[in-house]
């Protein structure tokens, strides 16, 4: 690639941002163009009646890809981001069960393991033996697979990571991998909750992901102080440090082929932009589909009737006229039928009836986020993608979920204690974000999902490629930081499989 190529990147959520700053620093002209006022795509924020609220993710995990990707720039991340260990690392409530209702996790392994004693008795070795499988998984993983580009379908082609691969445990799903560990429901629960983040159902879900609980219980899970939204801020400082240039406020209506390359794009106000070339962090849905002519398409409409999407969601953003005692920072409420709940949501789509949901309340680790004694509150209830929902079917769901919470948080009078409120819905994702059918997440992690994983480069248009959670190796922040360092690679060329080690003007 020549110093003077010009990337163009259409959208700025944490993998545009990424790659926009490798690109940036290592010389080249970098133009973000962002649909909504706002940078971040679905790591947005928006403050109301002097509460503050990050609108998409809200847990900081894997702290060690943030570090690796921080200094590939040369940066300190402790430079940007004040970080914050939490402890307890999440509290977990579990609906109807009186022995136990409430239990925190510390991601400690010395504090958590009476609580796993009360949950199995005995379990303790298992659970060690457990952890340091999935650390090791968690390497390798990491070594030879997650920064490889063409991801598991091409790199099974060598007998030595074949191998490997198996190690992973590729062809069990994480339910029967559990069941084959552990008997205690209540700790398969806490110990699947991770695929969340991965937007799939653990009887779906390849047994690789079982590194997820390193995770969680070896490395534990941090918080910057300001909110999520200070990684987006800190990307976006990098980026203006190296010269990349940003544009809100302008949504693609095309980008521009001519000879099968990619040449630019076309805004919806006609305003057209020449590049050398171009990388979408948009839905890869909507860039495969409605910002391409059908000989251009790489994954047709045809691929997206096929596939399964992770989770939609219904999320309130809450603020409290007063602290609410019971909860933690981040909190997770288990429903009592944890298989029903799944099938609700990917086999016989409706709005789960005894969902498992989700509160964070920054305010527990960060009050600068809302007014002197109060708190702010994300309410997020997974819900299957593509449901048309009515004002009604709105407005009664939401009332559910309160008068679950209610019963949850012991508050029956928790509708007097709001304040303010935003709610978001399946509808606002597609609006939004362009996400298919309103999916919070965008592909779930089945095990085709994951081996057959959009590339990162388009097949039909030269110097077209994609970043982000739509292509490889997946969801989630730091996994989009690592999407932004693959297609880094792709595009200047880079053939080592393994982590960079930093970025440098050529």
């Not at 110990?191 to 969340?196: C, K």
């Not at 534990?220 to 990684?231: F, L, N, Q, S, T």
């Not at 980008?255 to 990619?262: F, L, S």
């Not at 997946?474 to 930093?502: F, N, Q, W």
Request: proline share 6%; charged share 25%; with cysteine.
């Amino acid at each position: 690639m020549k110093k003077k190529d010009h990337v163009l990147i259409i959208g700025s959520g944490i993998g545009g941002l990424g790659a926009a700053a490798l690109l940036a620093k290592s010389g080249h002209k970098v133009t973000v163009i962002e649909k909504n006022d706002t940078l971040g795509g679905r790591a947005n924020i928006f403050e109301k009646d002097g509460y503050t609220f990050d609108m998409g993710p809200s847990w900081y995990l894997m702290p060690d890809v943030f570090e690796h990707y921080f200094s590939l720039l040369d940066e300190n991340i402790s430079d940007h981001l004040d970080l914050v260990k939490l402890s307890p690392s999440y509290r977990v409530f579990f609906s109807n069960d009186k022995e136990l209702p409430v239990v925190d996790i510390h991601s400690d392994l010395e504090k958590d393991l009476p609580l796993f004693e009360k949950l199995e008795p005995g379990v303790s070795p298992k659970l060690k033996e457990y952890l340091r499988r999935s650390g090791e998984q968690y390497a390798m993983a990491k070594h030879n697979f997650m920064f490889r580009n063409l991801g598991f379908s091409m790199d099974f082609l060598s007998w030595k990571l074949i191998k490997k691969g198996i190690e992973l445990n590729p062809f069990q799903t994480m339910e029967s991998y559990l069941n084959k560990w552990f008997t205690s429901d209540r700790l398969k629960k806490i110990l699947e909750y991770t695929l969340v983040f991965l937007g799939s159902d653990p009887a779906k879900t390849p047994a690789m992901y079982n590194i997820m609980n390193f995770i969680d219980f070896e490395m534990g899970v941090y918080y910057p102080k300001g909110g999520i939204y200070e990684i987006v801020k800190a990307l976006v400082r990098i980026n203006e440090k190296h010269g990349t240039q940003f544009i809100r406020n302008a949504p693609v209506k095309a980008i521009d082929v001519e000879g099968k390359r990619a040449v630019g794009v076309t805004l919806e106000n006609g305003t057209r932009i020449k590049a050398d070339k171009v990388i979408s962090n948009a839905d890869l849905w909507f860039t495969e589909t409605q910002l391409l002519d059908k000989p251009f398409q790489t994954y047709p409409q045809p691929y997206w009737d096929k596939v399964e999407l992770s989770p939609s969601a219904f999320i309130m953003y809450l603020g409290m006229d007063r602290k609410i005692e019971l909860l933690s920072h981040h909190n997770l409420r288990f429903g009592a039928d944890w298989k029903q709940n799944f099938t609700e949501l990917f086999d016989q789509p409706r709005l789960p009836e005894d969902p498992s949901y989700y509160i964070c309340k920054p305010t527990e680790t960060d009050p600068e986020l809302a007014p002197p004694g109060t708190d702010n509150l994300f309410v997020l209830v997974p819900i299957p993608p593509g449901l048309n929902l009515s004002e009604a079917d709105m407005t009664n769901y939401r009332q559910k979920i309160l008068d679950m919470m209610k019963v949850d948080l012991e508050l029956p009078d928790i509708e007097d204690y709001i304040v303010t409120e935003r709610d978001f819905w399946g509808d606002d994702f597609r609006r939004d974000y362009n996400a298919y059918k309103g999916t919070a997440l965008g592909l779930a992690h089945t095990l085709k999902q994951t081996v057959r994983r959009p590339r990162n480069q388009s097949k039909k248009v030269k110097n077209l490629y994609y970043v982000g959670a739509g292509t490889s190796p997946g969801i989630g922040m730091p996994i989009c930081l690592i999407s932004a360092e693959l297609v880094y690679k792709r595009i200047t060329g880079i053939k080592d499989p393994h982590p960079l080690k930093s970025i440098s003007r050529s």
